[in-house]
């Protein structure tokens, strides 16, 4: 009865192009809440990586302004 009203040339068409967008449309939305998950795991690794860039500069007795520099100069900002 379906094959009367549709061509299967059309019907293969279409399942394919809506298997192909879906994937695509999962794939685009797995990618993003794996980047929102970096973000956050690096958001909070960043704290702990200055207390440890501080904790060297001391072992080497460097002076604070001087750690508070080569930091900003590395793109570590430090608020």
């Known amino acids: 009865m379906y094959s009367n009203a ?3 040339m059309f019907v293969k068409f279409y399942f394919l192009l809506c298997i ?5 449309f999962i794939l685009n939305l797995t990618i993003a ?9 690096d958001k909070s690794t960043k704290s702990t990586d ?8 001391k072992s080497f007795n460097l002076p604070t302004n001087f750690v508070d520099f ?3 100069k590395d793109g570590i900002q430090i608020s």
């Open 70 to 72: 080569l930091i900003e």
């Open 33 to 41: 809440v794996m980047l929102l998950k970096y973000e956050e795991i």
């Open 6 to 8: 549709y061509s299967p």
């Open 20 to 24: 192909i967008i879906c994937s695509l």
């Open 50 to 57: 200055m207390d440890e860039l501080y904790d060297h500069g």
